[in-house]
């Protein structure tokens, strides 16, 4: 069925490094990917999403990578922030409109 | 994001009981969603609706049920809850596929 992993589940890193968080999906049909950040506590927000057409996008600090071969896409933080710890959620878009989302990766950025 | 509103935020209810989830919108998007979120599981899709018309099943529809009211509120029921669905739900919009999330209401069943 339609499926999407992400790995890892908890990943700490120190502010300033850089932090990558890799998800696979299974519908080749897939043509939309957006990533989500979740703070403590709080809603779901889109941070970046990048369609089958390209394979790389930025924004700021953040990028994000699409393999469509592979069928895995990868977000990419540098320069991480205290601010950046958050719960991450990559999602892939399926036949009929749906999203399905990845397990989650917790981040913690420590100063 | 004060565009999607979810009523209550909070609730605690018992078991066999029913109750109502409400999310309302002023976006103006004709696609509505209810997920669930469970600690390591992510987000589960449980109703969408492409518009007043229209209700889907997603992943995990058993023992719960929808009414799109209008196009801008979209209620999610627990017919009889159970203590397996306490959970953070979440509704959200769209109008093309970017997804906007509402605050979420958080349920405890007893």
């Known amino acids: 069925g339609e499926n999407v992993e992400q790995h890892p589940s908890t990943l700490s890193v120190q502010e300033g490094d850089s932090a990558v968080i890799k998800c696979t999906y299974s519908?080749?049909?897939?043509?939309?990917f957006p990533w989500y950040k979740q703070e403590l506590g709080k809603r779901p927000q889109l941070i970046i999403d990048?369609?089958?057409?390209?394979g790389e996008k930025k924004d700021q600090r953040i990028a994000v990578t699409l393999n469509k071969t592979a069928k895995h896409f990868s977000l990419h933080i540098t320069e991480t922030q205290p601010e950046d710890s958050a719960v991450y959620f990559c999602?892939?878009?399926?036949?009929?409109?749906?999203?399905?989302f990845g397990q989650g990766t917790e981040l913690s950025v420590k100063p | 994001d004060a565009d999607v509103t979810q009523t209550p935020r909070n609730r605690i209810t018992k078991t066999g009981k029913r109750i109502m989830l409400e999310c309302s919108q002023t976006?103006?998007?004709?696609?509505m969603y209810w997920y669930r979120q469970d600690p390591g599981l992510g987000l589960r899709l449980i109703y969408y609706?492409?518009?007043?018309?229209?209700?889907n099943k997603g992943e995990i529809s058993d023992g719960y049920s929808v009414s799109r009211q209008a196009q801008a509120k979209f209620s999610l029921s627990l017919e009889s809850a159970i203590p397996n669905q306490t959970a953070l739900y979440f509704c959200?919009?769209?109008?093309?596929?970017?997804?906007?999330f509402g605050p979420g209401t958080r349920l405890l069943v007893l």
């Open positions: 519908d080749s049909a897939s043509n939309y």
């Open positions: 999602a892939a878009i399926v036949q009929g409109g749906k999203l399905i």
């Open positions: 959200a919009t769209a109008q093309g596929e970017t997804q906007y």
């Open positions: 609706s492409f518009d007043v018309k229209d209700i």
């Open positions: 990048i369609r089958s057409n390209v």
């Open positions: 976006k103006g998007h004709d696609r």
